[in-house]
Antibody, heavy 115, light 107 residues
């Protein structure tokens, strides 16, 4: 079945880095654009980043631009989010989601930024 | 950036009721509008895309309409599993944006 499984979350101090992964299965990963979407505790979803199916185009939310980098490895059917210079306000559950209208979501991985 | 505004923020209804949630975009987004349902501790679930196209497996009691700036999500004949928070989201351009959510509660 179609599945997205995130990993790599944890507790990290402000200013440090973390890399999230999203393993895709059950569909053709190489023909689908992918996104990261986060949800802070008690808040609604916030779109974070996009990468095109071939990896050549990326877009970012202003709140993470210059600090986060989205990438993908088609050979491993895996999406990544490199998060640098983390801030308290980056604390959230991070989900990967498929395609333009986010039709499939992973359960998410929790990132807590705290000193 | 496109702002998405949902109303109401919360809604109290009874089993069997028909409810409508409204979503307004700050500029024309054609029909690039999706609706999601979220239950506590779960990721959002895609219900509708293209403003009115149901995702596979979504029951027909859910329907969406609208184009341009004004959109609605209607749930006919509420059942217990429908009580959740609903979000609209535009995918017309980047950055994608979500409405603030409508929490549907049992009266």
């Amino acid at each position: 079945q179609v599945q997205l499984v995130e990993s790599g979350g944890g507790v990290v101090q402000p200013g440090r880095s973390l890399r999230l992964s999203c393993a895709a299965s059950g569909f053709s990963f190489n023909v689908n654009s992918m996104h990261w979407v986060r949800q802070a505790p008690g808040k609604g979803p916030e779109w974070v980043a996009f990468i095109s199916s071939d990896g050549t185009n990326q877009y970012y939310a202003d709140s993470v631009k210059g600090r986060f980098t989205i990438s993908r490895d088609t050979s491993k059917n895996t999406l990544y989010l490199q998060m640098n210079s983390l801030r308290d306000e980056d604390t959230a559950i991070y989900h990967c989601a498929r395609a333009a209208y986010l039709d499939v979501w992973g359960k998410g991985t929790t990132v807590t930024v705290s000193s | 950036d496109i702002q998405m505004t949902q109303s109401p923020s919360s809604l109290s209804a009874s089993i069997g009721d028909r409810v409508t949630i409204t979503c307004r975009a700050s500029q024309d987004i054609s029909n690039y509008l999706a609706w999601f349902q979220q239950k506590p501790g779960k990721p959002p679930k895609s219900l509708i895309y293209g403003a009115s196209t149901l995702q596979g497996g979504v029951p027909s009691k859910f329907s969406g309409s609208g184009s341009g700036t004004d959109f609605t999500l209607t749930i006919s004949s509420l059942e217990s599993e429908d009580f959740a928070t609903y979000y609209c989201q535009q995918y017309y351009n980047y950055p994608y944006s979500f409405g603030q959510g409508t929490k549907l509660e049992i009266k």
